[in-house]
């Protein structure tokens, strides 16, 4: 099982990027698929969640409205779309995958991460 994060970059304040993580070795809409993200001296945080079955999805409240996350099965690929990027979005972005959402979302302990794409938001 792999993930392979990529699609960071520097980004103006107010600019979009969409982050993606290509999965190998398991099907993106079988497992609870979710982005984290680690700022520098800051812990890891949650940013969203898109649950297998019937694709609900969770946003941290700083993103809430701004980031949409998704999946494409014939792609075996999920994305991470960031509109009306701001410097505090600035961070190390990786992606998790977990068949138990308990263990992805709420305990951020999922079997399965992506290498990190850094998203840096300047101007």
């Known amino acids: 099982v792999q993930l392979q994060a990529s699609g960071g970059g520097l980004v103006q304040p107010g600019g979009s990027l969409r982050l993606s993580c290509a999965a190998s070795?398991?099907?993106?809409?079988?497992?609870?698929i979710a982005w984290f993200r680690q700022a520098p001296g800051k812990e890891r945080e949650g940013v969203s969640c898109?649950?297998?079955?019937?694709?609900?999805?969770y946003y941290a409240n700083s993103v809430k409205g701004r980031f949409t996350i998704s999946r494409d099965k014939d792609k075996n690929t999920a994305y991470l779309q960031m509109d009306s990027l701001k410097p505090e979005d600035t961070a190390v972005y990786y992606c998790a995958a977990d068949p138990q959402l308990l263990r992805l979302w709420v305990l951020s302990a999922p079997h399965h991460w992506g290498q990190g794409t850094q998203v840096t938001v300047s101007s």
């Open positions: 070795g398991f099907s993106v809409d079988k497992y609870n």
């Open positions: 898109i649950t297998t079955g019937d694709d609900t999805t």
